[in-house]
């Protein structure tokens, strides 16, 4: 059965390309990051923050698509977790019509947010991916140099810390030095 989560953080580093989102569970404890691309993290961050700008973005282009279509962005799935790569869907309803988009997590989530879709998980795939044993990505603590609470971080504002690549270590070194267009 998929398990609801919600974005609880997103990392943004501005020297590097790779960012990082992180997905919690809903009513539960477990959560786990997502290495996305840079244009992903700013659509998301964006929407998140109420901010709009005068040109729509993909991100916003496509959600007008639906729109107009008479479509409705019913959900966003994360089902299946290969290697360190997620898979996503983005699920459309179109009056009775339930329509299945494959999608990268990075893009499904921004329309997700900006359409304000529910998100959901499959069992499976937060089990491995909260319990480390998956090469999905390194700690957050890895990721950001810092160990504290968001609480006690000056940077954090609504859930949403922004680091330079000053505040820890560099992305490419964690991940082996190679980047891919594939999403980890």
Do not use: W
Request: proline share 4%.
């Amino acid at each position: 059965m998929p398990v609801q989560v919600e974005l609880s953080r997103i990392y943004i580093r501005e020297m590097v390309d790779l960012q990082i989102i992180e997905l919690t569970e809903v009513g539960g404890n477990r959560s786990f990051p997502i290495v996305i691309g840079m244009t992903e993290a700013c659509a998301i961050e964006r929407r998140r923050k109420g901010c709009s700008i005068e040109r729509p973005q993909t991100h916003d282009l496509l959600s007008n698509v639906i729109d107009e279509l008479g479509a409705i962005v019913d959900r966003i799935e994360i089902v299946a977790l290969k290697e360190t790569t997620f898979f996503a869907q983005i699920v459309l309803r179109q009056g009775q019509k339930e329509i299945v988009i494959d999608a990268r997590p990075s893009d499904a989530i921004a329309i997700g947010v900006a359409c304000n879709a529910p998100m959901f998980v499959a069992e499976e795939v937060i089990a491995a991916a909260s319990a480390g044993t998956s090469a999905t990505a390194p700690p957050l603590e890895d990721l950001t140099g810092d160990d504290s609470d968001d609480d006690d971080d000056d940077d954090a504002v609504d859930g949403i810390d922004s680091k330079d690549e000053q505040s820890g270590p560099e992305l490419d070194d964690l991940f082996g030095g190679e980047e891919d267009d594939d999403e980890s």
